[in-house]
């Protein structure tokens, strides 16, 4: 499945670096605990405790989705690190996302104090700390864009931020666009790129920096070879990035039936080390799901049929509240 065009500000982001050497690639999962992956991924008979000390010894870094739900404790982040240094993965890296209570809840208004919490926290992962990201919900407007501004200009420049934008007039409305993203930029902070079914505007192209953050959406076992496919699609866009200056990729890979992503992560690190040389340690997932055909449809009219039905609820929830 092809990717849409490189956008403006990549293109200014490379213009004159030129090859910088190996790039940093890490492939991530956004859990470390599943008891379906023992045996298959861990070894058998693993506890549930000892379930992150086992998945450092497989990948590189962890999307953190777990201190999204509340502001985590100094103490759950020192207890986190010391199983790291207790696996001497000094090289593993955690991706926090900031707290719903910050981006959803008060929908970054008077969040100083959470803010400073939060980021007092996880900084006590120290070389274990990865980029940091801030998702915004598709209820977050380009209207607030200047509540955004004053958010990020706050952030602290010695720790790499990714914001996440959900709303479709941040990509729709071509002024939004440019906003947004000159924004990212005037602050050195990335702009994540959300590959999921549905939301092909979300696969904006636009790199702010030169590192990359990939939040890949799996369609689930049923899909898998189409799942290969665009895999295979961000292996040769990866290529021709690296070819021009980026630095890091961050590819993190998640789906609803989460118990079938190592397969993912497998056939990622396989095609990223085949097309960019990545080095990436691989991984042995013993899977023992039937592997299923391609639908007899192509992934771009799969992807474009998700696309019609999304806004084809949009129009009817629309519709409905005007009704109302």
Known sequence: MSLPAVGAFTVKTFTGRGKSGKVDIRVALDKWG???????????????????????????????????????????????????????????????????????IKRLQDVERPTTEFLDAVRLFGENLGPIFLQLGDNFPPKNLELLENFVKALPTDLRFFVELRHSEWFSDRENRKGIFALLKKYNIGAIITDTPGRRDCVHMELTIPEVYIRFNGLGPKFREMDFQRIDAWADRLKSWADVGLQKAYFSISQKDVTDSPALAQYAILAFNSKLDAGIPTIDWKDDAPVTNLPPISAEEFFNREQNALKARLGMKLQKDEDS
């Open 34 to 104: 599943r008891k379906e992956w023992v045996g298959k991924l861990y070894p058998n008979r693993t506890r549930e405790r000892d379930f992150l000390g086992e998945y450092t010894k497989l990948f590189q870094t962890i999307e953190l989705n777990a201190v999204f739900y509340s502001i985590p404790s100094q103490q759950l982040i020192l207890s986190w690190k010391d199983m790291i240094a207790s696996h001497h993965q000094e090289q593993f890296l955690f991706m926090p996302k900031i707290s719903r209570t910050i981006s959803h």
